[in-house]
């Protein structure tokens, strides 16, 4: 989590397997190309993050967070790794699409 | 989950606390009437649960699972539950809107 509000997306993209697949709203993601467009576009949004809950054990982690962009900061969104020696092989990201589109004008 | 999917409204708000708050996306659930209310529409819906993860501590419960409905059956869900006095006294419930959204005809 830190890593990603430091927005250091190289250091991010240690922890992830060369197979990754992620599930997220509207997409599925393969390999660490996809993935690293993924979280580069989403790290460029992000001004914070608040943790709610972390959890996990030898095969998966799950956090709750609210991410903070310059326009929402109370939106939850989730997600469920799966780990397999020490690198994510799969992400399910979970969170509501109409909840962080941009402000109607 | 077990009292979710066997539709029974009545066991599942013995475990809900009075006071019971609950941020669902688009909308904020306030008190046992409205949550039972919340609950009940969303069970009716439900034709089974899969189960992703489960993981907890005294005070904080979070669950990741994928609602069977008749129309959907891959779109996850989570929910970060806090625990008080062994009632859950608030709910943060997370899924994507658009992903359980009736087919286009």
Sequence with gaps: MD??????????MTRIADDITCDAPGARISGTQQ???FLGRF???LTGVETAA???DDTTAVLFYYPHTANVS???TAECFTVIGGKITRSVLVFDRPSFAPPQR
């Excluded at 890593?3 to 991010?12: G, I, P, R, V």
């Design 43 to 45: 790290m460029v949004e």
């Design 35 to 37: 993935y690293r467009d």
């Design 74 to 76: 109370d939106a939850p």
């Design 54 to 56: 972390v959890f996990g």
């Design 3 to 12: 890593t990603w509000t430091s927005h250091n997306l190289d250091e991010a």
